[in-house]
C-alpha cells in the first residue's frame, strides 16, 4: 500500500526553467512534509519542508506549495540549474509513527544546459 | 562531526553468504534507521531504533536482522544473502522532537551473486 503518490518519474528541464514535482497522500495523520535530495551516489538530504498549517513555504528557488483539502504538495524549482539534477523524494510524517517517514518513490530530474 | 558513516561503501556476495553493515552516527541521535533502494521502489524501511536495545521491524524486514547495542551503532545483519537483496543500504539518524530531520548515510551497494 503506497502512502504517498509521487510523479512524474522522471522529468527533463531546460536550464532556467521551472521543475514541478506533485506528490498525494491518503493519511490525515501525516503533519510533516519533507523533500529529500539525493546526488548519483550519495545519501538523500533534506532539502525543504512543509507543515499543513501553511500552504507554501519558499527557500531561495525551491518552493513547497501545500494543498490540505486535496491532500497534495509540490515542489517547485524555479530556475532549474544543471546542478539541480537528482532525484527527488517527497516524504510523510505521522506523530504516531515513531518518527517514521514514508517515501514517495521518487523523480529523477535532469536539467539540461 | 562526521555524520553518519557506513562501512562498507560496496561488497559483493555469494547467495548464501552472510555479512553485518556497519552504520555509526556522532550526533548522539536517539533514533536510526536501516533502508534499501531499489530502482522505482524508493526507500523502503527495513528496521529501525528508537533507542539503544530496541529494535522495530519497518516495511521489508524479512532476511535482515539488527542490532541496537550502543546508541551510536546499527548493525544490520543479512544471516543467508540472496540475489533479491542486491540493492544500496541506506542508514539514516534522527533525533528527538524537532523537526524529525533524518540524516543520511553515503550507502553501501550490495551485490549478491
Known amino acids: 500500500q503506497q502512502q504517498v503518490k509521487q510523479s512524474p518519474q522522471s522529468l527533463i528541464v531546460q536550464k532556467g526553467g521551472i521543475s514541478i514535482i506533485n506528490c498525494a497522500y491518503e493519511n490525515t495523520a501525516f503533519d510533516y512534509f519533507p523533500w529529500y535530495q539525493q546526488f548519483p551516489g550519495k545519501g538523500p538530504a533534506l532539502l525543504i519542508a512543509i507543515r499543513p498549517d501553511v500552504s507554501e513555504k519558499k527557500e531561495g528557488r525551491f518552493t513547497i506549495s501545500f494543498n490540505k483539502s486535496a491532500k497534495q504538495f509540490s515542489l517547485h524549482i524555479m530556475d532549474s540549474q544543471p546542478g539541480d539534477s537528482a532525484t527527488y523524494f517527497c516524504a510523510a510524517y505521522s506523530g504516531g509513527s515513531n518518527y517514521k517517514l514514508t517515501f514517495g518513490k521518487g523523480t529523477l530530474l535532469t536539467v539540461n544546459p | 562531526n562526521a555524520g553518519v558513516t557506513q562501512t562498507p561503501k560496496f561488497r559483493v556476495l555469494k547467495t548464501g553468504q552472510s555479512m553485518t553493515l556497519l552504520c555509526a552516527q556522532d550526533?548522539?541521535?536517539?533514533?536510526m534507521y536501516w533502508y534499501r533502494q531499489d530502482p522505482g521502489m524508493g526507500l523502503r524501511l527495513i528496521h529501525y531504533s528508537v533507542g539503544e536495545g530496541t529494535t522495530a521491524k519497518g516495511e521489508v524486514p524479512d532476511g535482515y536482522n539488527v542490532s541496537r547495542l550502543k546508541k551510536q551503532n546499527f548493525l544490520l545483519g543479512l544471516e543467508s544473502a540472496a540475489p533479491s537483496q542486491t540493492s544500496v543500504y541506506f542508514c539514516?539518524?534522527?533525533?528527538?522532537?524537532?523537526?524529525?530531520?533524518?540524516?543520511f548515510g553515503p550507502g553501501t551497494r550490495l551485490l549478491v551473486l
Open positions: 550526533m548522539n541521535h536517539e533514533y
Open positions: 539514516a539518524s534522527s533525533r528527538t522532537g524537532g523537526r524529525k530531520t533524518q540524516y
